[in-house]
């Protein structure tokens, strides 16, 4: 076996489950967020591969295999070339030889999408679900963690194809219950999370967190078990406004007080009585942009990404790809909008009016968002659009116009009331994204004309759902989850052996025949089995043993005086005595009873 | 299960497997030679790759996967970059957000090696050999023939590194067993053929070729089973030449005369007796060309190929890439090189000498090379270097200077007596390669530096072998060797299923009854098995999985009266009534003997 482990963190892993897998010599760095699956993680890649396999095929999906290569003319029928090639550029394109644009496939929405075109003509054909599992590409702007953000790595894709809603809902939900048993049965703590759709597109849509410390993602979620979301998508109840001091309105000069912070403290007020004005440029996947201004409570956050959907609906044909926040103060960046700069830290919500005429005669111009918390106010503080000035005791109406555009982009935190029970407050936890289940309905069906003939005879768009696992990000994740100071604990479904037989002294005659013979036997019991029989010193041995991680250690020492050896389990460390006649059956009970457990949970 | 079957051979289709395999739904075409495999195919592709696996695994080969995005810097190391990106350009090559250039790997001698170089430190860790099942890409000049010369396909790519020679002989010779098991397995008639190397590099190579008359290579052996070699490779003893008649040397007028033909018909001699001088310009990877001139006997052909390897060995840093022929009156391509061509069709062996004086002053210049066949001539004919004129009667030496380099680049033909025995004559026969062993020697290993220490403690270059077989090649491989005018006619072990249960009349009750208790009986007795219950006309459906090729077809049909169902053989077209309670052990047996006798054969 090529087996190398190295003593030392290689300087450049940033996370534990990427130092392990370097140090246990489960992977190799070839290039930049790409990675060579050394023989060891090949199996457990392969593990997790037929658990998936076998979920999905329960769940009624076929396997096939679409290509990697994917001709740019699919990509621009469904309108996403320029998103994935240069809005995001997170997809490689090439010209061949002919010069035609070629794609490397990060996901396959378009080919499917063409197959299903060509092939499904009736209802009767339907549903359809197929699925692969093959090796994915994206031009990361920062690769990183090892398989965690890689610019290559595998996963699990499935699509389907539906007649109506209530078929595609009832995939949907099959699909749930197949991404629940294949974490399960991985042996993984999850949670599966309600989530934003981003650029794939789409309704409903869910996320399967592994939960982990080193997580990108946040979860907020609630102790009752009733709500869980990606703080993208989180919703919430915010605090309670204090009732504010100002009964009057009237314009103040409130010197140096460009931050919530010093305009509370100035004029002694709570920042729940403040509106405040953001300013952002919102730029469009066609290239124009648009200036924004969002009103909210001086005491919330915009959520980025909610910002962005409602931007993207305000502009339909659209889809609105990156919000940037205007800093204070950052003339230059208003400098290419208008003449004069807005006041930043001092803009009134309704500022546009006056300030449109000075807007220079560029494409859409400015909008106006303001945020429910926002709106629920009386007697506000907010800017006199003015530098140096706020207004106090303001309302909306005569004193303060509304703006036109009414939106909930209020970030949920952690200690919020919950929207379904108030008794119950958000909690946060970590996570690493590892599935993502989508409701696509017809975007790509209607934008590259793939329909069928319904019961009555009429031509129908398809529904669509697209479902993913992350297999290579997966297998990172369980280790982020599970290791210790000494090495890589591996949950027993996923691991690349159950058992690792340690020869303590090789030149044992009789330690060598007792090993060799318990090796041939578990393997042929189906018990997967490594064999070290290095000639290193024991130490090395259990060393190396504990850092790759596998769950059962046999060493066949001492105890063989007494027809026994010792078997250590490497999560709880406990150590028995097993006769030797009785290993094969003990670990083949052990092992089933961990497997039994997971899939009945 | 997403099932389409054409009745219109589809028009882009050449050879009869294509044509099958898109009628029959297994494979759609997304772009040149790129193709999604849909999930008849893949189930095809899984038991190939299976059977892949196991045989790879008794050889005690590692699974592993090998990143597809290579850096270019890898490929600069081993000095590949320029011929496969430029020269041949049949890798595909990109630019990610960096600027870093990328190669899409069409095999991983390079990667692999790199890290044999980080983790092989010493011979106790030797021999390794490690495989990966994967798709590669390659930029083909021609896609054609659907799976067979695509430019996305799968491989499976395996690669050792041994002590010494005899070590990787040793694995050299597992591997020849292990395809020879893999095809026979699979079904397959194929031939193991000497091969020549080409850019690969490295000694000793042979191919496993897959007999069937659509093959794109020829392969020339002997009936004795003593010899069999690629076309390109082959060797042979030349016929006798008849003793000529000219025994006088001199100059004579032969107009009209610049083909063999017009020389033989003219001069009323045998083509056996003349010299015949061929030109040609050869293009070496580092981008300069020389002038080759090849003298050979008139009855003889050139074999590109080898003398594209003779070249190599003149110019040993660098690789000799093309050789164009220069066809009469190829004056133009002539003029780049010298201000007064050569004239073709007149050509002497020795023409060199004056000619090298009007040759333009630029790079290598001229070279002259003498087949064996020639050399042996006495009292020739041959060119008088002046056009309308020959020599006969001529002699090597005084007469004509025998050119510089004696080389054997001699085609060999069907009818050529073999030179292991000449009683024994060459055959041909079409194949289609599906696997092809190298010994690669230090080639990368030296280029990339990756040694490893040996027992006497001194650093050597590792010995490397590699070892490919074309999966999804051999899946349409085995329909060009096994078809009829219906459709497919798969072998049992790699047929997507054994069985399919056609309901010639789903409203009949019991026929459903007992065609959907067989299919739960049969899939869980390990008899694969599809069920057709469409709501189409019997007819359809028998077409339908002759189409499909499945080996055994069960007919709930009228014979279910008797407590029976019809159940055809696909290649025989044999109909047996077997009694319901008897079908699945009976197709069990069935299965069992085919496969076991595959193996043993």
Same mark, same amino acid.
């Given at each position: 076996m090529l087996f190398l482990t190295l003593r030392d963190d290689p300087a450049d892993a940033e996370i534990p489950s990427h130092k392990l897998l370097l140090r246990a010599g489960y992977i190799r760095r070839i290039g930049s967020g790409v990675y060579a699956y050394l023989p060891l993680m090949w199996r457990v890649l392969q593990k997790v591969s037929q658990i998936v396999r076998e979920e999905m095929n329960a769940a009624g999906a076929q396997e096939c295999l679409l290509p990697q290569l994917q001709p740019a003319d699919l990509w621009k029928e469904?309108?996403?070339?320029?998103?994935?090639?240069?809005?995001?550029?997170?997809?490689?394109?090439?010209?061949?030889?002919?010069?035609?644009?070629?794609?490397?496939?990060?996901?396959?929405?378009?080919?499917?999408?063409?197959?299903?075109?060509?092939?499904?003509?009736?209802?009767?054909?339907?549903?359809?679900?197929? *699925? @692969?599992?093959?090796?994915?590409?994206?031009?990361? $702007?920062?690769? #990183?963690? %090892? =398989?965690?953000?890689?610019?290559?790595?595998?996963?699990?894709?499935?699509?389907?194809?539906?007649?109506?809603?209530?078929?595609?809902?009832?995939? *949907? @939900?099959?699909?749930?219950?197949?991404?629940?048993? $294949?974490?399960? #049965?991985? %042996? =993984?703590?999850?949670?599966?999370?309600?989530?934003?759709?981003?650029?794939?597109?789409?309704?409903?849509?869910?996320?399967?967190?592994?939960?982990?410390?080193?997580?990108?993602?946040?979860?907020?979620?609630t102790k009752d078990g009733q709500y869980a979301a990606n703080v993208e998508k989180a919703v919430s109840l915010p605090p309670d406004a204090q009732p504010s001091a100002f009964t009057n309105y009237e314009k103040r000069e409130t010197p140096g007080t460009e931050t919530i912070e010093k305009v509370c403290e100035f004029l002694k007020c709570s920042s729940t009585q403040l509106v405040k004005n953001v300013l952002y440029e919102t730029i469009f996947d066609n290239g124009t942009s648009v200036l924004v201004l969002v009103s909210i409570r001086g005491d919330q956050e915009v959520n980025d990404v909610k910002l962005q959907n409602e931007l993207t609906k305000l502009a339909p044909k659209y889809d609105a790809k990156t919000v940037i926040k205007l800093a204070v103060p950052d003339t230059e960046a208003q400098a290419k909008w208008a003449s004069k700069p807005l006041p930043l830290g001092y803009i009134a919500p309704d500022v546009a009016d006056d300030y449109i005429k000075s807007v220079k005669n560029i494409a859409p111009g400015f909008l106006r968002l303001v945020d429910k918390t926002a709106t629920d106010l009386k007697n506000f503080v907010t800017g006199a659009n003015e530098s140096g000035y706020h207004v106090v005791g303001a309302n909306w109406g005569e004193q303060v116009k509304l703006p036109e555009f009414a939106v909930d982009v209020r970030k949920a935190r952690p200690g919020d009331r919950a929207k379904h029970n108030p008794e119950q407050t958000l909690e946060s936890a970590r996570g690493i994204e590892v599935g993502h289940i989508f409701q696509l309905g017809t975007k790509y069906s209607i934008a590259m004309g793939a329909t069928f003939t319904n019961e009555q005879g009429e031509e129908k768009p398809l529904l669509m759902g697209c479902y993913g696992v992350g297999v290579s990000r997966l297998a990172q994740a369980a280790v982020e989850q599970s290791y210790d100071k000494d090495g890589i604990i591996w949950p027993v479904a996923i691991a690349p052996y159950h058992a690792i037989i340690t020869i303590p002294n090789i030149n044992d005659a009789q330690q060598m025949e007792i090993a060799e013979k318990l090796y041939a036997q578990l393997n042929q019991a189906g018990v997967e089995t490594l064999l070290d029989d290095r000639n290193e010193r024991a130490g090395v041995k259990f060393k190396d043993a504990d850092l790759i991680g596998i769950p059962y250690r046999i060493v066949t020492g001492r105890a063989i005086a007494n027809g026994k050896v010792e078997v250590v389990e490497r999560k709880s460390r406990k150590s028995h005595e097993i006769a030797i006649a009785d290993v094969v059956s003990t670990l083949n009970q052990w092992i089933q009873s961990v497997n039994s457990e997971q899939r009945s949970q």
């Open positions: 469904s309108g996403r070339w320029d998103t994935y090639t240069k809005a995001e550029g997170i997809m490689f394109a090439l010209k061949d030889r002919r010069d035609q644009e070629q794609a490397l496939g990060p996901t396959h929405e378009e080919v499917i999408t063409t197959i299903a075109r060509d092939m499904i003509r009736s209802y009767r054909q339907l549903p359809q679900l197929l *699925y @692969q599992i093959q090796t994915k590409f994206r031009d990361e $702007i920062r690769p #990183r963690f %090892g =398989l965690m953000r890689g610019r290559e790595f595998i996963m699990k894709d499935a699509y389907s194809f539906n007649v109506d809603e209530e078929s595609l809902e009832k995939t *949907y @939900q099959d699909m749930h219950i197949a991404y629940s048993n $294949i974490l399960r #049965r991985s %042996g =993984l703590a999850f949670r599966d999370v309600q989530a934003d759709s981003g650029a794939i597109g789409g309704s409903a849509s869910q996320e399967f967190m592994v939960l982990a410390e080193a997580g990108e993602d946040e979860v907020l979620y």
